[in-house]
């Protein structure tokens, strides 16, 4: 968009100058641009003729607009001397201010004579457009309204009117202001209809508050020629990529990139390039676009757009070291290059670089101010970092008679980006309609997590377990350590001790059965949707039992928007002790099941997850019976802050219980950020 607004009023109207039949070659030079011919022509005439007065101001004009507005401002400065008093060189000379962009000095200078000349279509337009560059949009619209009633349909205003609504949309998508934005968009077609640049903008708008269908529209109504039905098309595209329709994108991509060869136009072949390699990654055909990249950087080089394109596909595939590269590459050459600064803040949040993340993101809105995508990473960051509270109610019951009731009440603080603390008090009252049995838990611990490394962070917990029941009672030390990391991109790998005590129901409570758990979980992704996970524990019991568990899922992610997910898991458990009156610990069991998983959004600001999986199950070498299990979630954003939701669970296998009985579970979660940001945002941002 036009930021600066150079129109020239040539509004000389001195008695005769068109008469004057040996200056009109210079008149035509002037009117039609060729200011550097125009500066030598009237050099010229002014050395037979230095006393013309309007020779000097087209001089005058000549040389401001054909590069040097310092000099013009002299000129006119020295003939307002000599005729202080004169309405044509005083406009001129305070346009000269405008094409030296001395914008704050000219606003002074044109107050002035919109006092002494209200009526002067000159003066009214060059005071509006002086506003216009000091971004006083609405302002200058209120004077820009002036000139037109002096001069209706005047060509010059109509134009400098189209620029204020233009910069004055742009302050409020700024502001994030849309729909005003909209408005002083939409009214420029009452000027101008279907204007090429105006449409332009209002796409964007349309993109930014996903109204994907608005926005094709506008790109349709923009496609009247063979180049800008091209540009059409690669909105279309990234409209339908917005719109969650990336099929539909690669399609339109594709016949963008088949029209544009016969187009000569350079910089519309890369851009239309561009989105098709775009496409192809959003698509996640990952090997083809690299295949169309690595052509690409042999047919231009490393362009700004190529690297940009070769740190996409390495954020998509998770090459994010090989991303940062290419962003520090781009903003070598650009250090103000949006792709390259709020790329290499979102490659060092994906990295865990916490701080330096924040420092690139804080750049990024100190060039592109309210940059929304650049706001909306800190918001990311101050969610993930920000202390909140989290509160969980549930009722659980199973065949065997057993209820429970029980709260979670959940304090996280990180102090910084690496070192976290939480604070977890749970209660659990477990009783047997049965037997009239009951028992009391209380279970409070504290943890930290410190990330030694930006992929290797190392976990502590340390509390008690207070038990109640029958007037009878004890207390027991739990604790849990782990190592978290990322040996290598798309894999994650915990290793861990847990010491916990059995509290399931109360008859497991009252045994006081203390298990040390010593665990492994191990998954590997893929780019092309295929994943496996494995998870090894060996636990050792206080009363003198152990139990080795293996559960592995062989899985593969058929969409991404909405999530869906399926696999096959398999499980194996073993007890070297069977005590199976007391809780189920057979010396054999396998269970294998099919499961499905989908995931997405009803609504803009509500999720759901349900997992749902059946299969067969074998209990030492009994007849194999059939499993099913099911968890549904429903969460809902209620501010930005608050968040809640529900959540149910069914599980008949065998293992999903100590007593291995059906089991049921509802319950309700409420998490809140007490804070807008972290503890430690104001020692980053100082830095």
């Not at 180049?227 to 969650?244: C, F, P, Q, Y």
């Not at 109610?393 to 959940?410: C, E, I």
């Not at 037997?435 to 410190?450: L, P």
């Amino acid at each position: 968009m036009k930021r600066f607004i150079h129109i020239i009023i040539f509004v000389v109207t001195i008695q005769g100058v068109l008469a004057q039949s040996e200056m009109e070659t210079g008149f035509q030079l002037l009117e039609k641009g060729n200011f550097s011919q125009a500066e030598n022509f009237f050099g010229d005439f002014l050395k037979d003729n230095p006393d013309n007065k309007t020779a000097q101001i087209c001089y005058g004009r000549a040389v401001g607009l054909n590069g040097n507005p310092n000099k013009a401002n002299t000129l006119f400065n020295g003939m307002l001397e000599k005729h202080p008093d004169d309405y044509e060189v005083r406009i001129n000379y305070y346009e000269s201010f405008l094409w030296g962009k001395q914008f704050k000095a000219a606003e002074k200078l044109y107050v002035g004579l919109v006092e002494d000349y209200p009526n002067k279509f000159g003066a009214v337009l060059g005071y509006a457009n002086t506003l216009s560059n000091l971004q006083k949009y609405e302002e200058a619209l209120q004077w820009i309204e002036k000139a037109l009633q002096l001069q209706p349909g005047n060509p010059s205003a109509l134009t400098s009117k189209k620029y204020m609504n233009l910069g004055l949309a742009n302050t409020l998508v700024q502001s994030q202001n849309y729909d005003e934005a909209k408005i002083k968009l939409k009214s420029i077609f009452n000027d101008f209809p279907n204007d090429r640049e105006t449409l332009l903008n209002l796409a964007n708008v349309f993109l930014i508050t996903k109204e994907v269908d608005s926005a094709k529209t506008s790109y349709r109504r923009l496609a009247i020629s063979a180049k800008d039905s091209i540009v059409a098309l690669n909105g279309i595209a990234l409209a339908e990529h917005i719109g969650e329709n990336d099929k539909v994108a690669l399609k339109v991509a594709i016949q963008s990139k088949n029209k544009v060869d016969k187009i000569n136009d350079n910089e519309l072949k890369e851009k239309t390039f561009e989105r098709y390699a775009q496409a192809l990654i959003w698509n996640r055909k990952f090997v083809s676009a690299k295949k169309y990249i690595d052509s690409l950087s042999n047919q231009f080089g490393d362009k700004n757009w190529v690297l940009a394109l070769k740190a996409t596909h390495g954020m998509y595939t998770g090459n994010i070291k090989s991303s940062l590269q290419h962003y520090d590459a781009i903003l070598a050459s650009d250090s103000t290059s949006f792709d390259g600064n709020l790329g290499k803040a979102n490659a060092l949040f994906a990295l865990g670089r916490i701080e330096e993340a924040y420092a690139a993101t804080n750049k990024t809105l100190s060039i592109f101010e309210s940059q929304k995508d650049a706001q909306g990473l800190i918001e990311k960051i101050n969610g993930q970092y920000s202390p909140y509270v989290q509160e969980t109610a549930s009722y659980s019951f199973d065949n065997g008679n057993n209820v429970a009731y029980a709260t979670q009440t959940t304090v996280n603080l990180p102090l910084s980006t690496k070192f976290q603390t939480v604070v977890n008090y749970q209660y659990r009252l477990t009783e047997n309609s049965e037997t009239s049995a009951k028992a009391h838990t209380h279970i409070a611990t504290a943890g930290v997590t410190y990330a030694m490394l930006p992929k290797l962070k190392v976990v502590g917990v340390a509390g008690i377990n207070n038990a109640q029941f029958n007037g009878n009672g004890y207390s027991q030390p739990i604790i849990s350590a782990k190592v978290v990391t990322e040996p290598y991109r798309l894999q994650n790998l915990e290793v861990g001790y847990q010491r916990e005590v059995q509290n399931f129901n109360t008859d497991l409570i009252e045994r006081e059965i203390v298990m040390q758990h010593y665990g492994l979980n191990y998954n590997i992704g893929s780019n092309f949707g295929l994943g496996w996970y494995t998870q090894l524990i060996h636990t050792e019991q206080s009363d003198d039992n152990q139990r080795d568990l293996l559960f592995t899922s062989l899985y593969y992610t058929a969409l991404r928007k909405p999530n869906l997910k399926f696999g096959l898991n398999y499980q194996y458990l073993a007890f070297a002790e069977q005590v199976p009156t007391i809780y189920f610990s057979p010396e054999k069991y396998q269970a294998g099941e099919f499961f499905a998983e989908v995931s997405g959004k009803f609504s803009g600001n509500s999720t759901y997850r349900i997992n749902a999986a059946t299969g067969l199950q074998q209990v030492e070498d009994d007849d194999m019976t059939s499993i099913f299990r099911v968890e549904m979630n429903l969460k809902h954003q209620f501010t930005k802050r608050l968040s809640g939701g529900l959540y149910g669970k069914y599980s008949n296998i065998a293992s999903a219980t100590a007593a291995g009985f059906e089991f049921t579970e509802v319950g309700i979660q409420l998490k809140w950020l007490f804070k807008k940001q972290p503890f430690f945002n104001g020692s980053i941002a100082s830095r």
